[in-house]
């Protein structure tokens, strides 16, 4: 029931930074207006996009997406705008781009900020006129397409960087749309993880849990990742788990693969104890290590240690106080 009323469209949120994008978008999805949505890396831009397409009067027609980053810039050109017979190496036959394919609905231009800018210039012309050629054409092919373009970058930065035409931005950002992170969402954070682990239970047809560590979990990581992040947790987790999930066991045994620092010359994962040295002095040395190595995020080291993250912060507390003049 409280996912049912915390669903807009292809996305979730019940915080207030999800309720202002939820007004946001229902305001410009009804207009032909372009959208430039920008948000970190796994926030969920290509499910706004999607969201804005379901809820405008273009829905039933194509709704294309293509990400500007992962397309080489050889190869950009005629992904977009299609090429005849024989206009390139390779080229055996004609072929539609992504803007002839999105006509009369809506193209998704994800990363932009990311397109060469050779191709920028064109891609404003089209914004403007809604006429191209494709590779190797002739005349010129009119279509009527909305853009909704996403990046994980400021644009304003990437602006002034020299990534973005500034042109291009301004025509772009008629309506710009900011997705919060994860960690601006509260609460959201088990909502969307329970949204992820009902979808696992039915999939499946078990019934599933989270600890009550877990919950805790959830609440205290900071999740850079963001929503992928915490899907692809609750996953692994779910894998792992009989009846309880443990997303504190999956997240460790997850992090040394993408979040190990390097250790700088001369440096290793070990500490080395003197015979001789107090329990508590070891204890000590321990805790400080682990929140070292991972780079000072206290919640993991605590689950690494084995203790609760209340249990690390009146540690940390007691040896602050030990060091303080009386």
Same mark, same amino acid.
């Not at 705008?81 to 781009?97: D, I, L, Q, W, Y």
């Not at 191209?132 to 996403?150: L, S």
């Not at 209340?310 to 009386?326: C, G, M, W």
């Given at each position: ?36 949505? #920008? ?37 950009? #050109? ?150 992928? #992040? ?87 507390? #007691? ?8």
């Amino acid at each position: 029931m409280v996912q049912a009323q915390a669903r807009f469209g292809d996305l979730f949120g019940a915080s207030r930074p999800m309720r202002q994008l939820f007004r946001m978008i229902a305001r410009v999805a009804p207009t032909h207006a372009n959208v430039l949505i #920008e948000g970190e890396s796994g926030t969920g831009k290509e499910l706004v996009a999607n969201t804005i397409y379901l809820m405008s009067g273009r829905a039933g027609q194509p709704l294309v997406a293509v990400n500007c980053g992962a397309i080489s810039p050889h190869l950009i #050109e005629a992904e977009l705008f299609g090429h005849e017979r024989g206009s390139f190496t390779g080229a055996v036959k004609s072929r539609k781009g992504c803007f002839e394919r999105a006509d009369g609905g809506i193209l998704f231009l994800d990363e932009v900020t990311e397109m060469p800018m050779d191709m920028q210039i064109k891609l404003l012309r089209i914004l403007e006129t809604g006429r191209f050629c494709r590779i190797g054409a002739d005349t010129e092919t009119q279509v009527k397409v909305r853009v909704i373009a996403a990046t994980n970058r400021c644009p304003r930065q990437a602006v002034q960087d020299g990534l973005l035409r500034s042109d291009l931005y301004y025509r772009l950002s008629v309506f710009p749309l900011q997705v919060p992170s994860l960690r601006e969402r509260g609460d959201d954070v088990q909502l969307m993880a329970s949204v992820f682990l009902d979808r696992l239970n039915q999939d499946d047809g078990t019934a599933k849990v989270f600890s009550p560590a877990s919950r805790e979990f959830m609440q205290t990581y900071t999740w850079p990742g963001n929503v992928r #992040e915490l899907k692809n947790a609750v996953h692994r987790a779910f894998i792992l788990a009989d009846h309880e999930l443990d997303l504190t066991a999956a997240m460790t045994a997850h992090a040394p693969v993408e979040n190990e620092p390097v250790a700088p010359d001369g440096a290793s994962d070990c500490i080395t104890l003197q015979v001789g040295s107090t329990l508590e002095d070891a204890q000590r040395r321990l805790i400080c290590a682990t929140i070292g190595h991972y780079h000072g995020n206290k919640t993991l080291a605590a689950a690494v240690l084995g203790v609760s993250l209340k249990t690390l912060y009146n540690r940390l507390k #007691e040896y602050d106080s030990q060091v303080k003049p009386a």
